[in-house]
């Protein structure tokens, strides 16, 4: 499993750096430069990646408040780094947090949460923004301010890890 930051505009990962990590070409550990990216012949670039070293599923987060509020650089960028694991088959994610800021509704109920219209719309506009189909965003809750687990969030979060795993099972299958 790999993390890394975002693609902000600024002190953001370079899109290069995201195709090499999603090829393997990325020594584990290495830290990402946001001013220049990894380039073959660097001490932390992995010339031969073994299937082991390649991204097997993109998960993409964004916050279901900040959607549609994305400067349209980092929605391009976004779009730049789909559009390249779809040219080599990387199964895609999108996980949308923050749905109980995003809705009153789901912040007193979180069951309410497949119900409701305001979430059924950033789904819609997450998946219009970054172009992800709509049965492969998955709105979770953030663990925040509590300091005990909730079935409900962890069953939203689970749901969307179990779509994760599945997604990169079935990607590492087909290699």
């Known amino acids: 499993m790999n993390d890394v930051m975002g693609l902000e ?42 299937p082991d070293d390649k991204v097997h599923c993109l998960v993409t987060v964004v916050s279901a408040n900040n959607i549609s509020l994305l400067d349209q650089s980092i929605i391009d960028r976004m779009k730049t780094v789909r559009e390249r694991a779809n040219e080599i088959g990387i199964p895609q994610i999108v996980i949308l947090t ?22 059924h719309e950033k789904i819609y506009v997450c998946s219009n923004v970054i172009g992800a189909p709509v049965k492969f965003i998955f709105p979770v809750k953030n663990y925040c301010y509590e300091s005990d687990t909730n079935d409900t969030t962890d069953i939203l979060i689970m749901s969307a890890l179990r779509h994760i795993v599945g997604a990169a099972n079935d990607y590492v299958t087909s290699l």
């Open 9 to 50: 505009d600024k002190d953001g990962l370079q899109t290069e750096d995201v195709f090499s990590a999603l090829l393997g070409h990325v020594k584990e550990g290495y830290e990402f430069n946001p001013v220049a990216p990894l380039i073959e012949g660097d001490c932390n670039y992995v010339s031969n990646p073994s």
């Open 98 to 119: 923050k749905i109980d800021e995003a809705c009153p509704l789901v912040k007193e109920d979180l069951k309410k949460t497949y119900t409701s219209k305001k979430i």
